[in-house]
């Protein structure tokens, strides 16, 4: 299994900046691809980031030119840094580590991030 500790969440006002962290301990060796989802209040999970091992990035519109994924996979650690952070980022962040072959997730327990305006 794999398990994985989120940190860095917090309170921060509109256009200030915070940085997140993801720490994976465990079977990671079949993990391909790492991110960051989030659920703010009302409504669904949806996609922050992401990131694979080779370095490949993705980020949903809404984050694009603001946030910024990136790992480290010799210390199996996932970083978000959010800049320009607006009240609707407010959301408890989840981090996720994606297996290969059944494409099985794991999850971390989330951190919350409240942005005020």
């Known amino acids: 299994q794999v398990q994985l500790v989120e940190s860095g969440g917090g309170l921060v006002q509109a256009g200030g900046s915070l940085g997140l962290s993801c720490a994976a301990s465990?079977?990671?060796?079949?993990?391909?691809?790492m991110g960051w989802y989030r659920r703010a209040p009302g409504k669904p999970r949806e996609v922050v980031a992401t990131?694979?091992?080779?370095?490949?990035?993705y980020n949903t519109n809404s984050v694009k030119g603001r946030f910024t994924i990136s790992r480290d996979n010799a210390k199996n650690t996932v970083n978000l840094q959010m800049n320009s952070l607006r009240p609707e980022d407010t959301a408890v962040y989840y981090c996720n580590f994606r297996e290969s072959d059944n494409s099985r997730n794991y999850w971390g327990q989330g951190t919350q991030v409240t942005v005020s305006s």
């Open positions: 990131i694979s091992r080779s370095g490949s990035t």
């Open positions: 465990g079977s990671t060796f079949r993990i391909i691809v």
